[in-house]
């Protein structure tokens, strides 16, 4: 019996055991096991409204609509079972944290907050911001085209493709023009040259726009203006072969006041259709691609000072530039000045193997504007490396960077601000350094 | 001695009893307790994959994460978000028996948004460069935060008017005060191919997150689509509808060939959907790429953006055509809209490029129905300036045991 009595107080024991384990340990509840994220979830919803500034807006405002627009928002970020209240916190100069305003979802009653995230926020009178100005003429902004064809091969743009350098010209230049358009094909080319829109984007305008050439020293032809085209006399001659593309090119930039820009190399050297030009090479093994020669920059220079019709002469295929070699070119001063306004950053040396002669510049009524290098002296003439040579009536002008390969697409953008100037809106500093401190809680409610 | 043999028997067989009991209940609190630990460990997994996925840069090689390095964290990459494998749909095969199937993300007989399989990122790939093959399964889920729906569509007579409401609506509640513009695309009739042309308007959501809009002068008779964007503290949402998606003959699905290139594929729904009608179908696509003020702008399309569509031996027209957005173009969001005529039939569909611009949601990973215990958690991402709520559904292969233990 007494055996017994002793194993039931042995069980008596087990099972007070047992219960006082069980009190002690508490298992958490599902919710608990496995919660929410709710610290990274408030996180990630002050981040993202103050992408754009917002935050930074509403938090210094006093404008009561402003918060209930942020309430509204916030309600509208977080689930429905869960509870916030941000609180918005000035910092003295002391280091005290001054309790400005508060939002939240509970109204009486009490919430126990579980999680919470702090954000820093700026005021908006420190942020620093640039606008750029769109660049226009005549008042009405202007339209670039960057020549992308996909049936055309470029020359002397050793290690870029033409697509690869007109995104980055793309990129480059965006915040200036109010329309930038990629032709992608030179039948899109071809309707450029027509005058003809090409897209149904009301701010394109043909007129007045810059051109920009990523092909290098060749120029896509369309393939009409190839020899069988529908336009073959306008593209080609018996005595000057495809120069006659390039006069047709220079009455067009004449007649809607163009601004074409040759990237590198000698300007109008090449035409280049991989389909109309597939049998022709370069002498260099690139197909698609026929050699004009020099007569090629004199067709254009002939157009754009309108003559009348196109007249080779034997001459014309004499090169008038000039390779300076190891000599380098140097920025001018007015270039050093932009590429820190424009924060574009070219080596302000440079070699000029194809720098243009102002007696030829002169001959054919240009003017020389916005040089991006000093003028360089070879026998009796002067030369120009980088600049816009625009014609004396106004109409038309030729941006040629005679610059030795491989390109710099940046010599190219800070030619074209250079030319027009831009102007970069900067936002001024109106108050002392500001932060205020944001403090986002939230809670889960309601049951497991 | 027999009564104290029995006692000692009875003893020991009520002790051993009673430690079995006892050792039993204790073994189910620490089973219990153990459980717990996997469940907290999986949850801890949830968060860190789930920012894996949103903070890493996909565009690098060997990684998978929507995160775009020239953004904010938790701004994604629009164009990676484009190329995640749905699993909401069936995959499409199309054209039949080519063997090129396409990730579904369709909503009706009108919202489509096909891309080719071999461009995407599939679920076993994601799991294989995150870690976690044979260990873990997950769902990726991103869902528009801003709903924008409408109610009350009414149509005048003869189709001269239209007038609807418009609701906004977050995760948590009605979006007040946001600024919602409606842009009407009505299709009328160009011959042998519809066309489109717009009207816009902007109303003020009132308390209940609605706006009442009213088009009048107008002509939705054929057939209209609407697009309603809504802006709310620099957040965008968008909702659209349309009449009818389907004419007698079906209508015309978009299938993005490449999505490097912007190359669309337009098909006749005959091959698709195996409608039992094979009629022609004169269409007509336009594309809007999207500004950063949320306003459409009409953009040439290239290739056969209008033509038709047709099985009929000895006719014109073939069973599809190929449609091109402009490069200049690929980098934005945008939307496309086909219609499409038997008839006196219209039909239309729509597509986004990028999903952010019709609010296109996307299902990305396994299935986690039938797994013993599913964590999840949750982020707050904006795709393309569009906010989003991205939630990871995250689950352990191993049943109970969340590593696989070996000798």
Known sequence: MMRTIEAIIVIIIMFAAFLAASYFIVLPSPREVSPMNLRALALTVLKNLDVNGYLGEVVFSEDSGAWNELQTVLSASLPPHIAYNLTVYEITEDGVYVPKKSVSNVYGGRVSFTESVSYMVSSPDVTYRTVAQKISEGGKNLTLYILNCADANGWWITGYTAQMLAQDVYKMLSPYFQTIILVNHTSQLRDLLDGKNLTRNSKERVEDAVIINTFGEAVPIPQEYCVGGSRQSEGYSQSGGYARYFFTIGKKVRYYNWKWVSIVGYPFYYVTNTNSLSSSQNNFGIYGMKQVGPAGLIAFLKGLNNHTTYSYSSSDSNSIIHDFGFDPVEFTDEAKYRSNYYGVYPEYKQTASRALPKSVISYYNLTIIAPVFKEKSFLTDTYYAAATLRHKSGKGALIAIGLTRTPDIRIAALALLMYYKPNIFKETFTAPGKSRLVILQLAALGGV | ?407
């Open chain 2, 1 to 407: 001695m027999v009564s104290a043999t029995i006692d000692h028997l009875v003893a020991t067989t009520v002790l051993i009893v009673a430690f079995t009991l006892s050792m039993g209940l204790f073994s189910q609190i620490m089973q219990n307790a153990l459980l717990y630990q996997f469940h907290m460990h999986l949850a801890t997994k949830c968060s860190d994959t789930l920012d894996n996925i949103l903070l890493s840069f996909g565009k690098m090689p060997g990684i998978f994460g929507l995160g775009d390095y020239n953004l904010e964290p938790y701004t994604l990459d629009p164009t990676l978000v484009m190329k995640l494998l749905s699993a909401s749909g069936p995959l499409v095969e199309y054209p039949p028996g080519s063997g090129i199937k396409y990730s579904n993300i369709s909503f009706g007989a009108g919202d489509y948004f096909l891309v080719p399989v071999s461009q995407c990122v599939d679920y076993e790939t994601a799991q294989e460069l995150l870690g976690l093959k044979g260990l873990y399964g997950f769902r990726l889920s991103l869902t528009p935060l801003f709903r924008v729906s409408f109610t009350s569509i009414q149509e005048g007579k003869g189709g001269k008017s239209l007038s609807f409401t418009v609701v906004v609506e977050g995760s948590g509640s009605p979006v007040s005060n946001a600024n919602v513009t409606c842009r009407l695309l009505c299709i009328t009739s160009g011959g042998n191919y519809p066309i489109i042309s717009i009207k816009s308007m902007s109303k003020i959501t009132d308390s209940n997150g609605k706006a009442q809009f009213t088009f009048s002068d107008v002509d939705v008779s054929r057939n209209y689509v609407v697009v309603a964007s809504a802006d709310a503290a620099h957040f965008h949402g968008v909702g659209y509808i349309y009449k009818q998606a389907l004419t007698g003959a079906g209508n015309v699905i978009p299938f993005i060939e490449n999505m490097e290139n912007g190359m669309i594929i337009l098909a006749h729904s005959y091959d698709v959907k195996q409608f039992n009608k094979t009629s022609a179908l004169f269409y007509n696509a336009t594309y809007f790429t999207l500004d950063d003020d949320w306003n459409l702008m009409n953009v040439q399309l290239l290739g056969n953006y209008y033509g038709l569509l047709n099985y009929g031996s000895g006719t014109q027209g073939k069973t599809y055509n190929r449609t091109q957005i402009p490069a200049e173009y690929l980098g934005r969001p945008g939307i496309l809209v086909v219609t499409c005529r038997t008839g006196n039939e219209y039909g239309v569909t729509v597509m986004p490029w990028q999903i952010q611009s019709l609010s296109f949601s996307v299902e990305f990973g396994g299935n986690p129905s039938g797994w013993e215990w599913v964590a999840t958690d949750v982020r707050h991402v904006l795709i393309g300036g569009v906010p989003y709520t991205a939630k990871l559904a995250y689950w352990s292969l191993m049943g109970y045991q969340v590593a696989r233990y070996g000798w």
